[in-house]
């Protein structure tokens, strides 16, 4: 039987050794630049999975307020109110911070934002009230909207109000609805009557005197009092009885926080030769209002206050089908005659 021949091995040619060597190279390499094409880390820093800390100071607020983050935006609406009532150094920053607060738009839909933004606005009234003056200019302003003018009156009177410790202020609303003209209405003070109703009734009975509380707005009357009055010459306003009626309102309100102040009765002389001047328009809404406003005034001579009254009895009979005026001038003229 003949053995069996050793197999013979192929020896490698140089074709088949590239050959291995490109496959190597291509499927198994340790090389460190493949390493780093296949096996590299993803550039994903998950930002949108961290939660968005709530601004701390108030750089951070307006960068949350200027940002494009949807959530970040959201916080900063959220929290602007509470950290403008607390932050050290709101007065040095005051003005310029206003001013991007009040540029911000609802670029998110963020539920409330009318109400959280215009709180924060009044906060900043509250805490620094040179920035009444601020306000002022921007209802003046001829870019203002008539729902921003009207937002911003709401707020001086609101702020007012707050500053004097006054028990029965309501709680601010600033809800926007839109309305058939595309302008914003808002809920006021004085568009409920049976605030005005409920104030003169008050107004009536003997005056509880609170311990403990000290009247705050009588330190910045005239910070508030004096811009307000301006108010009163702007064509814009004064053709607009929605925005009158509200300016009139807030000046009553004003003049209700500072009742007891050194300067009350020059505060009241000036507030009636505004309604000598307008009191002609022939609006309800002015005219309500202006009635609520006569039973602000404090130290009329006689025959002002005999001017006033003959006013109040025609606007009565002008007004006899409205339930509500004729309330409200029946208890306007009864504080009216009380005094004098």
């Not at 609303?173 to 409920?192: A, C, G, I, K, V």
């Not at 609520?292 to 109040?312: G, I, M, T, V, Y």
Request: charged content about 25%.
């Amino acid at each position: 039987m003949t053995p069996d021949k050793p197999k013979t091995i192929p020896l490698a040619t140089e074709e088949s050794k590239q050959q291995r060597e490109t496959f190597y190279a291509e499927e198994d390499s340790d090389n460190d630049s493949d390493f780093e094409v296949k096996y590299e880390q993803p550039s994903d820093a998950y930002e949108d999975l961290k939660p968005t800390k709530k601004p701390l100071f108030l750089s951070d607020l307006v960068l949350c307020l200027q940002s494009d983050s949807h959530e970040r935006f959201r916080m900063g609406v959220e929290a602007a109110e509470e950290l403008v009532r607390t932050a050290v150094d709101l007065e040095v920053q005051a003005v310029e911070l206003l001013q991007a607060i009040l540029r911000v738009q609802n670029r998110f839909s963020v539920e409330e934002f009318a109400v959280k933004k215009y709180k924060t606005v009044q906060s900043m009234v509250e805490r620094v009230p040179k920035l009444a003056i601020e306000l002022v200019k921007r209802v003046l302003d001829e870019e203002c909207s008539l729902g921003e003018k009207l937002l911003l009156v709401e707020v001086l009177g609101n702020a007012s109000l707050a500053l004097s410790n006054e028990a029965d202020a309501p709680t601010p609303s600033y809800h926007l609805e839109d309305s058939y003209n595309r302008f914003f209405e808002t809920p006021s003070l004085f568009d409920t009557p049976m605030t005005i109703l409920g104030t003169l009734t008050r107004k009536l009975s003997p005056s509880k005197q609170l311990k403990g509380q000290l009247n705050h707005f009588h330190a910045v009357a005239e910070s508030f009092i004096t811009p307000a009055l301006h108010l009163f010459r702007s064509p814009f306003v004064l053709r607009t009885p929605l925005l009158l009626g509200k300016t009139v309102f807030t000046l009553s309100l004003m003049l209700e926080s500072a009742a007891n102040h050194l300067r009350i009765e020059a505060f009241s002389r000036e507030s009636f030769q505004v309604w000598r001047r307008l009191k002609g328009i022939g609006s309800y809404e002015v005219d309500l209002n202006f009635a609520f406003l006569l039973s602000k005034l404090k130290r009329l001579n006689p025959d002002e206050r005999e001017e006033a009254r003959a006013w109040l009895e025609e606007q009565l009979e002008t007004h006899a089908g409205n339930q509500t005026f004729v309330e409200v001038g029946a208890l306007v003229a009864r504080l009216m005659a009380s005094a004098s």
